[in-house]
């Protein structure tokens, strides 16, 4: 039996090289070691909330702040005569941008002769704003009374009535505030732990660093509503930091901004991963740490990739191992392969099609292309750092959004990450930068309407 081309092929190198068993080929140049950690430098991006208060809402908390009784004297006929009113349930509608609030009071006025009971209308019109606090305040008040029955000749003397009943429900109203603050307290306290989310065998860390929150434009649509931006300095590092000292997060005062962008918002999270990590999710193509390639001699095998960035490219290092007996050859293989190539990512998936052999290894790799082994190196290689990283940013999709799913029937907060996509890498010297854009949606509602997670 004639001996086959690998064999003939291992066996001229043991006539060259000074040992069989080994094989040393020269390898590109590593970088500078590097002690820092892997910098994500993220970009300040605005996470918009659109914030929902139903009028219904608005109703129960104003009818809660607006005096429903009152009591009080007024001259007449050169006497204090006293009177007593109540109101009843306030009706809230909206017009030309502001809020306006409608009821009846009965007036009890006590006269000399005897007590007059007066219908009177109510009507209060006012713009609601979001103060630096997070409350929603109201501004430009104008509260009037006036009576229902114009026909009433004792309601022009009561005139004066008026003005009294007025100006308790001007100051009650000047004070009230509905609050926001605990539902966004909840959102910022979340946005601001860090998220491990696992890459493969790996894992990674979300952190959403919030820079400021704006408040846009007031709407008025059998309701308020308003568009709240998060600027955050999104970032993921694989792996985590060892600790965040970041102190108790504190919500930073609203700014009220001429615009903001409404509808789905994009963030562009910077995605910065040592080699190692790369290396240690690029391990799970490979079984009990062994790759097996060689059909005709099966025990030959490839293990310990490791991945490291030189002058631009990314170098896969492996280690080839295993013995070719028979024919007359007696040949344990023990020496390293380097490839290198560009990172690409395509519909989000990792992968290197240009992955090639470096020079010294491309020479002993033709010496086995007679059998194609060389050729199928090459491949397995490219095949094993092929990455579908649409998995695992399915998963960070629904942990990211598991995260901003919380509240009760009273008020609820609401995230929805619609869109992952990998848009660009980068190689650096100590660590891998991959850009990830997320398109998501978010809204908070007081009451909660629709589903919400605790």
């Known amino acids: 039996m004639r001996p086959t081309a690998l064999a003939l092929v291992l066996a001229s190198s043991c ?19 590097s002690e820092g950690p892997p910098l994500a430098d993220p970009e300040p991006a605005r996470v918009v909330v659109h914030v929902a208060v139903t009028g219904k809402a608005l109703q129960a908390a104003v009818d809660d702040g607006v005096p429903k009784t009152g009591e009080g004297t007024f001259p007449l006929l050169g006497a204090d005569r006293r009177y007593t009113w109540e109101r009843g349930p306030l009706d809230v509608g909206f017009a030309g941008g502001r809020i306006a609030l409608t009821t009846h009071l009965r007036a009890h006025v006590a ?9 009177l209308d109510l009507r209060v019109q006012a713009e609601p704003v979001v103060g630096t606090g997070y409350a929603v305040k109201l501004q430009s008040i104008d509260v009037h009374v006036a009576s229902a029955d114009t026909g009433l000749a004792i309601a022009d003397k009561v005139a004066g009535v008026y003005g009294k009943i007025e100006e308790p429900i001007a100051a009650r109203l000047k004070d009230f505030a509905y609050d926001l603050k605990p539902l966004l307290q909840e959102a910022y306290g979340r946005l601001s732990v860090p998220i491990e989310l696992p890459v493969g065998d790996a894992k990674a860390c979300a952190k959403l660093k919030v820079l400021e929150v704006e408040a846009g434009p007031t709407v008025l ?9 998060i600027v955050v300095a999104p970032s993921i590092t694989m792996p985590c930091p060892d600790h965040y000292d970041e102190g108790t997060p504190v919500l930073p005062d609203l700014s009220n901004v001429a615009a903001i962008p409404s509808g789905p918002f994009k963030v562009t999270i910077p995605i910065a991963a040592r080699y190692d990590e790369l290396t240690r999710a690029m391990s ?19 293990e310990q990739p490791e991945i490291y960035e030189s002058q631009g490219t990314l170098v896969l290092k492996l280690h080839i191992g295993g013995p070719v007996h028979g024919l007359g050859i007696d040949v344990d293989l023990d020496g390293d392969l380097y490839l290198s190539g560009h990172p690409q990512v395509i519909d989000n998936e990792l992968r290197f099609p240009d992955l090639e052999p470096t020079i010294e290894t491309r ?5 086995l292309k007679a059998i194609k082994d060389g050729d199928r190196i090459r491949d397995q290689a490219r095949g094993a750092l092929r990455l579908d990283l649409g998995a695992r940013l399915g998963m960070a999709r629904d942990k990211l959004g598991d995260q901003l799913q919380f509240g009760d029937d009273k ?12 848009t660009g890498i980068h190689p650096h010297a100590a660590y891998l930068r991959l850009y990830v854009a997320v398109t998501a949606r978010a809204r908070a509602e007081m009451p909660c309407t629709g589903t919400h997670a605790n």
């Open 15 to 33: 006539l060259l090289a000074p040992a069989c068993s080994r094989f040393g080929p020269l390898y590109p140049p590593r970088p500078n070691p």
């Open 111 to 119: 006269l000399p002769l005897k007590p007059v009971d007066l219908p």
């Open 221 to 229: 649509a059998d309701g308020f509503e308003k568009d709240l931006a």
């Open 284 to 302: 799970a193509a490979f079984t009990d740490g062994k790759l097996f390639f060689s059909e005709e001699y099966p025990r030959i095998y490839l």
């Open 363 to 367: 020479n002993f790799l033709l010496s």
């Open 411 to 422: 008020a609820c907060f609401r995230g929805n990450v619609d869109r992952v996509e990998v």
